[in-house]
């Protein structure tokens, strides 16, 4: 079904019988080094020239073609008047507008900055439209993305609203609170290393690299040709008054430049920053944490698509020539609007005139289809009441049967002593839901209170268990082999530890112990959570559910909708937020057609690297198990390879490519190969108008994109799986980085789509194939909590889940 959609982008084209841009090549009669001084030889020759151009020392551009190929210009050297100096101006190309697209961007940061906006990051802002949360100490930065991007149908500006959240607290704030401390540094360095902040005065962003112990507002440092003080700086030039002249300076190192640093060797300068100026950007934990701040700062940027087009449109006016602010006001479900017209900057419209361009103030139009969801099996058995055609919401199927229920044998539940009725509750709860569910618990859990919270307490216990369980051993079946867990009555199945809070210390070393040495299944729960009473049944149910998979069972099957063998293969990178540890790549395959079974596999590489070295070997491990799971081979293999940018990634995942094709050569040769790069993080929207084009909502899940809008050099779709309850959908990027006759464009968008449904944590589609989900799922637990290797006896469940 063919559906048509407005899309954010904006075209931008050359005006009518007008030149693209004009490259020319300069040459000096003089020898200079200074670029500084080459453009200022050239700079006399406007009259000739014009004033509009852009020049890096070599190259010109301009947005006319000179009457001669080689324009030759007499004139004065810029510092000695007394020597001629003869400059030759030499026609190289008309460059196409379309490879010119740096160029471009650069303009549109000019013309942003001219129409009023102030640039933070990457990101245009509106400080007059500034919405302050008092009751959290935040305040939202709306602004805007924009970029020029080279589509299917010709240049296009991506126009993303988006904002920045920003504390209203400083460095300086949480410095006061510990001042004094006998760990004060210690606490002061582990707070602020890795911190982004936003000094108001410039609205630059900073990365904390060090905290200058020695140094104080009161040090001083070469300004041109004297020496002044970082507070006698600030009050001068932006009238900051700096308090506390005690404070530590704050160090930010610049990002190395791709070329290596500067010309030269020279050593590039460091930013000193004063924390009274450094505001803390994004959220706390507990911030994170918490509904009620998360809720109220959505309201601000979680926008439906009529209040993005309004937006948008709003733009448009005032890039075109009038500006119209339309100010939303969240009061629950009510949207106030003020409205304010003013004239726009008349030199933002000249920059586009001079260069020949013209931005058409209107949304583009894309046509898209839709695709039904898959067909789901929520019982092993032929009964058709257990079949659906799967939509947006399955909760009720999934919390009522399983697929693959594994019987429970005799488990323990660890906890607090304190915690022991609400533990013997939970036990009670967990039979009962276990027996709707169709899971037959063969022996009853057993209660072990611990006298302290800390991991010794939970270690000591697990050690219990430990010495109760036996080693797995090898089943055979009718095709193949597979593992499973034999026990006797006395032995642990698995084990269940309540926490009373949320530590990454105990969680690290409870998921450690129970996945590096002799693995014992697990789950940790919350005990906040087991002390509810609205919501204990769900809550147990969704345990009950994730144990049952980490036992190797399976609570729904897919149909698949071809009849070739598949596996799905996800791959994912996790990292070191602050670049000490090396970074985590996880290999997650689907083992059949019905991506009820998987094999999983972890490694290490480089601090910080996203490309993985290492996937060859794990590749080889799947394939060897899928084996063993089917005495066959795969027809075909598809590689979705999450990838934080399209753009700068593509070209690294070349080399990822040529490692999983040497694998696959070896186990299946006949097989098909087809590598897909998986973009969550983009800034694309899609909005669904009416007959009329007045009313705007998200389009339905199942809709796909794959032209207009798409790069013209890839092989690429855009998807959107899911249905938001609040905001604007985000879709999916997807590009098919080895595209051949036989990877199918359109078997590949059905086959993206329907392994969205195969995520075992949630009753309904999410943005990425299930497999790229538990590649992120087992990267981030590796990452942060294991020390080892998880034992190869659990690479066949979901045991990160």
């Not at 697990?522 to 009950?544: D, G, P």
């Not at 063993?628 to 593509?650: C, E, L, Y």
């Amino acid at each position: 079904m063919m559906i048509g959609f407005n899309f954010q982008y904006i075209p931008i084209k050359l005006a009518e019988g007008r030149p693209g841009l004009v490259e020319y090549h300069v040459s000096y009669s003089y020898a200079f080094e200074s670029v500084v001084l080459r453009r200022k030889a050239l700079k006399q020759f406007e009259y000739r020239l014009g004033n509009v151009r852009t020049f890096d020392g070599v190259v010109l551009f301009l947005p006319c073609i000179l009457p001669e190929d080689v324009t030759v210009l007499c004139g004065a050297h810029p510092t000695n008047p007394n020597v001629e100096l003869i400059v030759h101006v030499t026609f190289v190309k008309v460059k196409p507008l379309r490879d010119s697209i740096t160029f471009l961007n650069i303009l549109l940061r000019r013309i942003m900055l001219e129409l009023g906006y102030v640039e933070v990051g990457r990101r245009f802002c509106d400080l007059n439209m500034i919405q302050t949360l008092e009751q959290h100490k935040l305040e939202v930065w709306p602004g805007w993305k924009v970029v020029v991007e080279d589509q299917d149908d010709g240049l296009m500006v991506s126009v993303h609203s988006c904002g920045t959240v920003l504390r209203t607290d400083t460095i300086y704030d949480f410095y006061r609170s510990i001042r004094g401390d006998p760990k004060e540094r210690e606490k002061f360095n582990n707070f602020v290393l890795n911190k982004v902040v936003l000094v108001k005065y410039n609205h630059a962003l900073y990365k904390i690299d060090d905290v200058a112990w020695d140094m104080t507002p009161a040090s001083t440092f070469l300004y041109k040709t004297k020496m002044v003080s970082f507070a006698e700086y600030l009050q001068e030039h932006y009238n900051i008054l700096v308090r506390d002249m005690g404070q530590p300076m704050l160090i930010s190192k610049p990002k190395p430049k791709k070329n290596g640093g500067i010309k030269g060797g020279a050593v590039q300068s460091l930013s000193a920053l004063v924390p009274e100026c450094c505001f803390l950007t994004g959220f706390t934990e507990e911030q994170r944490r918490n509904f009620r701040v998360m809720n109220d700062v959505g309201l601000k940027l979680q926008l439906n698509p009529a209040q993005r087009v309004d937006e948008l449109n709003t733009f448009m006016e005032r890039l075109s020539g009038w500006l119209i602010f339309i100010l939303f006001y969240h009061f629950k479900s009510n949207h106030h609007k003020s409205i304010l017209t003013i004239p726009a900057s008349e030199a933002a419209q000249e920059m586009l005139f001079q260069w020949n361009l013209v931005i058409e103030p209107k949304l583009i139009k894309v046509e898209g289809r839709r695709r039904d969801g898959p067909k789901l099996q929520f019982k092993n058995d032929d009964d058709p009441k257990h079949r659906i055609v799967a939509n947006t919401d399955f909760r009720q199927m999934a919390s009522s049967s399983v697929y693959c229920p594994v019987p429970i044998k005799r488990f323990a539940v660890i906890h607090l002593h304190h915690d022991t009725e609400q533990a013997q509750r939970f036990l009670d709860l967990y039979k009962h839901i276990s027996q709707q569910l169709g899971i037959r618990m063969e022996q009853t859990g057993e209660l072990i209170p611990i006298p302290q919270t800390g991991p010794q307490g939970y270690l000591k216990a697990l050690q219990e268990c430990r010495n109760k369980r036996v080693s797995h051993n090898v089943k055979k079946k009718a095709v193949g082999y597979y593992l499973t867990n034999i026990f006797e009555p006395s032995q642990v199945h698995f084990v269940v530890a309540i926490m009373p809070h949320q530590r990454d210390d105990v969680y690290g070393a409870l998921k450690t112990f129970c996945l590096t040495d002799d693995p014992i299944p697990s789950q940790c729960v919350l005990s906040k959570n087991i002390f509810q009473t609205r919501n204990l049944i769900s809550i147990v149910r969704n345990i009950a559910l994730q144990i049952n998979c980490k036992l190797g069972g399976s609570l729904w099957a897919l149909k698949m909708p071809v009849a070739e063998k598949i596996m799905f293969v996800g791959i994912d990178c996790a990292h070191d937020p602050h670049k000490k540890d090396p970074s985590t790549v996880a290999l997650v395959a689907s083992m059949n057609n019905e991506c009820t079974k998987y094999y999983s596999r972890t490694a290490k590489c480089k601090v910080h690297q996203e490309m993985a070295d290492n996937l060859g070997i794990m590749m080889e491990d799947a394939m060897k198990y899928y084996w063993k799971s089917n005495a066959f081979f795969p027809d075909r293999i598809i590689v979705f390879r999450d990838g934080a940018s399209v753009g700068t990634f593509h070209k690294q995942a070349k080399a990822e490519v040529q490692q999983l094709k040497v694998a696959q050569n070896v186990y299946a040769p006949k097989a098909t190969f087809t590598f897909v790069l998986v973009a969550k993080k983009i800034s694309q929207r899609f909005f669904l108008a009416d007959k009329k084009g007045t009313r705007f909502d998200n389009p339905p899940p199942g809709t796909i994109v794959d032209s207009t809008v798409t790069r013209k050099s890839l092989c690429d779709f855009y998807l959107v799986s899911q249905k938001p309850r609040n905001g604007t959908v985000n879709p999916t990027h997807f590009v098919v980085l080895n595209p051949d006759e036989n990877s199918r464009p359109d078997l590949l968008q059905k086959l993206a789509y329907v392994t969205t449904f195969m995520y075992f944590n949630w009753a309904g589609p999410i943005r990425v194939p299930a497999v790229v989900q538990y590649a992120h799922k087992l990267a981030d637990l590796r990452s942060r909590y294991l020390k080892g290797q998880p034992h190869p006896d659990v690479c066949h469940t979901l045991y990160y889940l």
